[in-house]
C-alpha cells in the first residue's frame, strides 16, 4: 500500500521511529541497523511494508530497498512473522544473511535475538535458493546464491580462517573486499582484525 513515505523524524526510540509526512506522524517499527543511522529532527525517506491482521495495521520502516526486499524474503519463510524478521535484520545487514543462507551457517543466524536453531534451520532451507546478495543502497537481487556476485576469496586464507573454528560465511566476509595484491598472510591478519572487531 504504502512504498515510502519521505518526511521528518520527530521520534526516535530503541524500536521505532515516527516520521511526520505532510502534519501527519506515522510510527514506523525499524531495525536496529536503520535506527542507528537516522536523528530526530532530519529529514529521511523510508521504504515500507504494513502488515495487516485482524487486529491491527503495523508500519514497518527500512532505511534502504535491500532491507526491505530481504524484509519481504523473510516473512515468506514458514514460521517467520514480521517481528522475527525484523529482529533478524537488525541482528545482520542483508548482505551478511545473505552468505548465512548460502552457507547455510544456522549458527550465525541463531545470534538474531528470538531465533532458535529450528527456524533458523527453516530460514537457511527456505531461503537458501531465493536470494543473491544485498548491495547495501544499491538494492536487492533475488535468485540465484548469495555468493555470484562476489569473486571468491583466497582459498588458503580462507582455509587457514576455518581451520581457526570459524564459520564458512564469517570467514567470507571478513576476507570480502580485501586487496588482492596482499599475500596470503597479509588477508589473514586483516580478517582476523575484521573478525575480532
Known sequence: MFYSL???IVHIDEAMLALECGGVAFACSATANTL??????????????????????????????????CFRQLIGVTGVGPKAALAVLSAFS??????????GDVKSITRAQGVGKKLAERIALELKDKMQ???????????????????????EALAALLALGYQQSEAMLALKGLDEALSTQEKIRLALKVLSS
Open 94 to 103: 542483508p548482505e551478511q544473511l545473505g552468505y548465512f543462507v548460502a552457507a
Open 6 to 8: 519521505t518526511g521528518a
Open 133 to 155: 546478495p544485498y548491495g547495501g543502497n544499491a538494492g536487492a537481487k533475488l535468485g540465484g546464491t548469495a555468493f555470484e556476485a562476489f569473486a571468491m576469496p583466497d582459498n
Open 36 to 69: 542507528r543511522e537516522l536523528r530526530t529532527g532530519e529529514r529521511a525517506t523510508l521504504y515500507t511494508y504494513l502488515s495487516v491482521r485482524e487486529d491491527a495495521l503495523e508500519l514497518f520502516g527500512f532505511g534502504t530497498k535491500a532491507e526491505l526486499a
